[in-house]
Antibody, heavy 120, light 108 residues
């Protein structure tokens, strides 16, 4: 059974750096094809894909956040870390981590999400 | 970049059939995936590759794709189907996923 859970700050100030951790179980990020991605959703708005990291450390980022976003594997084998610099109030959103497989194209398991509010 | 367009809202009476559409250029050539998001919850994959159902998704959920439109069909709609529905494809040109803007299904 695959599970994912996001953790990190709930409130932060503009210009600060956001670090979110996705802790997962039920799969390994060393298995060929596996990917962990991040998707966010501003309040009342649509889903926005942010980026993804694959088992082989290949990464893809959304052009809209590419200059500010880094996704890495965590120090623990079952973690993925999202780092976004220079946070702004428009980055206020619920952030989800998701499981996928290279070539599958869909996100078949989602974390519960974590709400991050950016406010001065 | 590839764009997916969804009508913002769909309304249907209980017991009837709801159709949620997703428009995109030659979308029939892509694998379309659908997610259901109930209020306050994370999205859940309900269809993948146009019409395949993950384990646990009832047969009432079906999908099709032709030309520039993909359709999620929900038969025998019940109040519990009220949710936002998002379509998604993988844009092979950019090697990145694309989401539609979502459609709110209201059960009258």
């Amino acid at each position: 059974q695959i599970t994912l859970k996001e953790s990190g700050p709930q409130v932060m100030k503009p210009t600060q750096t956001l670090t979110l951790t996705c802790t997962f179980s039920g799969f390994s990020l060393t298995t060929g094809g596996v990917g962990v991605g991040w998707i966010r959703q501003p309040p009342g708005k649509a889903l926005q894909w942010l980026g993804i990291i694959y088992w082989d450390d290949d990464k893809r980022y959304s052009p809209s956040v590419q200059r500010r976003l880094t996704i890495t594997k965590g120090t623990s084998k079952n973690q993925v870390v999202l780092t976004m610099i220079n946070m702004d109030p428009v980055d206020t959103a619920t952030y989800y981590c998701v499981h996928t497989r290279r070539g599958f194209g869909a996100f078949d398991m989602w974390g519960q999400g974590t709400m991050v509010t950016v406010s001065s | 970049s590839y764009v997916l367009t969804q009508s913002p809202s769909v309304s249907v009476a209980p017991g009837q059939t709801a159709r949620v559409t997703c428009g995109g250029n030659n979308i029939a050539t892509k694998n379309v995936h659908w997610y259901r998001q109930k209020p306050g919850q994370a999205p859940v994959l309900v269809l993948y590759n146009d019409s395949d159902r993950p384990s646990g998704i009832p047969e009432r959920f079906s999908g099709s794709s032709s030309g520039n439109t993909a359709t999620l069909t929900i038969s025998r709609v019940a109040a519990g189907d009220e949710a936002d529905y998002y379509c998604q494809v993988w844009d092979d040109n950019s090697d990145r996923p694309v989401f539609g803007g979502g459609a709110k299904l209201t059960v009258l």
